[in-house]
Each structure stands twice: as structure tokens, then as C-alpha cells.
């Protein structure tokens, strides 16, 4: 559902001492079972809260969210919400009328947010609006300017600029306060999971008829923390870059990752060469796994 609604994106940074903290809100019109206003928080990817129109409260969504604030955040959290739930319908219907549309599907949203790296200890921010999928404005946060998208927000960035300059505690949030509340909940999942957690590491192969010239095989690295992690295939102790597909890291929901990459190979060629697959983690040694069949599980790769 979520990714129907949130269709700003954005490009995230790739060192490998990276934090992230953003919120997504988005209101919409004409989309039957959908709530009308969602708010979600998420640090590195992993979903913090969450609240909507239809239970009109900010729930946490890790553990470690709801054992380090006390009752009075979740509270302030949720009357900032029902005062963005109410302002988002209303820019709704002005949207609307800007774009000349009568009835039908209108999404307005906001992303915003920041990165940290805690080695060097960088800081960056963002801010945006998207209307329908498109981009409508975003924010410059070093000089706190708005920057309109297209013609119908020319109007909105000009105003907008005219009152951030009264606005000095949305400069101190973008340049200091965002980054502290990272660093916070970034300490918070340290103490949970003060050790590192190696990952797991499977190798699958798909079925047959899956491919017909060629044979698929996945290699699966999942339960592991924190989450940078290398994922090699090798041939006869030679990486692969030909045939190789690496997906992305993803959160497992439960504050360790996951991540996978396919090979695929002729099966002519399969049982010529010897193929493994390498996986670096820095909880402990590289985990080789040969491809011989008493490795392989049987998973239907899609």
C-alpha cells in the first residue's frame, strides 16, 4: 500500500557509515480503502512510527522506539499529526482547483528529513512536496529557498521564501535538531543490538522451467547487522560481474537485513567451472558457499 502512496524518491548516500531519518506524509482523494492521510517514519529504511486518518494516533513500530520515549512523545507526535492531517486535505482541494481538476485521484506528499555519517560526522537534509507522482517544490536547506518544480508552485515558493526568513526554528531543525534526533535513535537501536550479528546465508536454485537456456541461482544473506554487506559470486576463484544481479539491502522489520544476488549460468557451463558465493560481513569472516547441490534449497526465483 505504502508503495502506491509514496512515489516521491530519493537518492540515498552509499558510505558505508550512512544513518538516515526521513518522514513521508501523504494525503489523497478517490483511492477507495486507502486512508486519506498517512504519516511514517523511518530510520535507515526500517519503519519507526506510524499513524493515519483512520486511527488517529502515532504508534511505534520497533521496540526499541517504544522502551526509549515516554508517553508524552508518542502524544506530541500524534497532535502534530492530526494538525498535518488537516492541512494536507485542505491543500488537496487547493491543488485541485490550480491543476483544474474537478474529481478523480489526487495525492499530495512531503518527504523530508536527513544523513548523517558517523564517522565524519557530515550531516545533509531535505525537504520536498509531490503532487500526483510528480515532483511539485523542494527545499535548498543550506539556504533555506524553495525551489518550484513547475509552474503551478511558482506562486507557493515565492510566498513560501517571503516567510522562511521568520522562520529561524526550521533552519536550526535542517541544520542541527534533525541530525540530533538521528544520532538519538541511531544510539537507541546501538543498545539493542550492541553486537554485531553475522548473517545467515543460503543458496537457491530456481526451477528448471524458470529458465529454459539458462539456470538461475541465489545466493540469500538475511539476520545480519549493521547493514553493509558484500556479496561476491566467483568463478573458479574469479569474481563474475557478466550474469551477476545484486539487489538491494533491505530491512528485515525487526532491525537486521537482508540482501541477495543472482548468477545465472548455461547448464553447460554450470558443472565446467567451480562457482561460490562470497559473503563479507564485519561480524566475522567471509561465509563461502560452494554451488554443489547439498547447498541448494529448491526456491522458485521470480
Known amino acids: 500500500m505504502l508503495a502506491v502512496v509514496f512515489l516521491l524518491t530519493f537518492v540515498s548516500l552509499s558510505s558505508a557509515a550512512t544513518h538516515s531519518l526521513q518522514y513521508l506524509y501523504s494525503a489523497s482523494s478517490g483511492i477507495p480503502g486507502l486512508p486519506e492521510y498517512i504519516s511514517v517514519g523511518e530510520v535507515d529504511g526500517v519503519v519507526i512510527s506510524y499513524y493515519d486518518s483512520n486511527i488517529k494516533r502515532e504508534v511505534s513500530r520497533q521496540s526499541w522506539m517504544a522502551e526509549n520515549l515516554d508517553e508524552e512523545y508518542w502524544i506530541s507526535e500524534t497532535e502534530l499529526d492530526k494538525y498535518h492531517e488537516v492541512i494536507f486535505k485542505e491543500n488537496i482541494n487547493i491543488l485541485r482547483k490550480r491543476f483544474n481538476q474537478d474529481n478523480g485521484i489526487a495525492v499530495f506528499q512531503k518527504m523530508y528529513g536527513c544523513q548523517w555519517d558517523d564517522e565524519t560526522n557530515a550531516t545533509d537534509s531535505f525537504e520536498a512536496f509531490g503532487y500526483n507522482g510528480e515532483d511539485f517544490m523542494s527545499l535548498d536547506p543550506k539556504n533555506m529557498t524553495w525551489i518550484a518544480s513547475i509552474q503551478q508552485a511558482e506562486n507557493t515558493a515565492y510566498r513560501w521564501n517571503r516567510m522562511e526568513k521568520s522562520l529561524p526554528h526550521r533552519k536550526a531543525y535542517f541544520q542541527k535538531d534533525c541530525a540530533d534526533w538521528l544520532k538519538k535513535y541511531v544510539s537507541f537501536v546501538s543498545k539493542q543490538m550492541s553486537m554485531k550479528v553475522p548473517p545467515e546465508v543460503f543458496l537457491g ?52 537485513f537482508q540482501k541477495r544476488a543472482t548468477m545465472t549460468v548455461s547448464p553447460e557451463e554450470r558443472w565446467k567451472h567451480q562457482y561460490s558465493c562470497e559473503v563479507t560481513h564485519k561480524s566475522g569472516k567471509p561465509i563461502v558457499l560452494d554451488h554443489e547441490e547439498d547447498h541448494l534449497s529448491i526456491i522458485e526465483v521470480v
Open 205 to 256: 536454485l530456481s526451477h528448471p522451467w524458470t529458465y529454459r537456456q539458462h539456470i538461475c541461482v541465489l545466493c540469500h544473506a538475511t539476520g545480519f547487522y549493521p547493514k553493509e554487506v558484500n556479496i561476491t559470486w566467483k568463478r573458479d576463484g574469479v569474481e563474475l560481474q557478466d550474469g551477476v544481479n545484486m539487489g538491494e539491502t533491505l530491512p528485515n522489520g525487526d532491525g537486521t
